[in-house]
């Protein structure tokens, strides 16, 4: 664990509640049962079939935007 932290972590990851519940549902499939019976599952699994989430349409999205992709980064700043 890093010695100085962005956030402190919450009561839940601290005590290992955060990492039984993720294995619970894990094991137990609930995420692939709500894939089919979320809204925004199905909303994310359609867009996902589209093309949305490519990296082509993510250049585009970022350049309509105003964040111009670069070398490292330096300039992402609108101009």
């Known amino acids: 664990m890093k010695l100085f932290r962005y956030r402190k972590p919450s009561i839940n990851n601290v005590l290992g509640i955060t990492k039984i519940k993720r294995t619970f549902r894990k094991a137990s499939g609930l995420s692939t049962i709500e894939q089919f019976t979320k809204p ?40």
């Open 40 to 79: 925004s599952r199905i909303k994310q699994l359609i867009k996902q079939k589209v093309g949305i989430y490519s990296p082509t349409m993510t250049v585009v999205r970022q350049t309509s935007k105003g964040k111009l992709p670069t070398f490292f980064g330096i300039f992402g700043k609108k101009i």
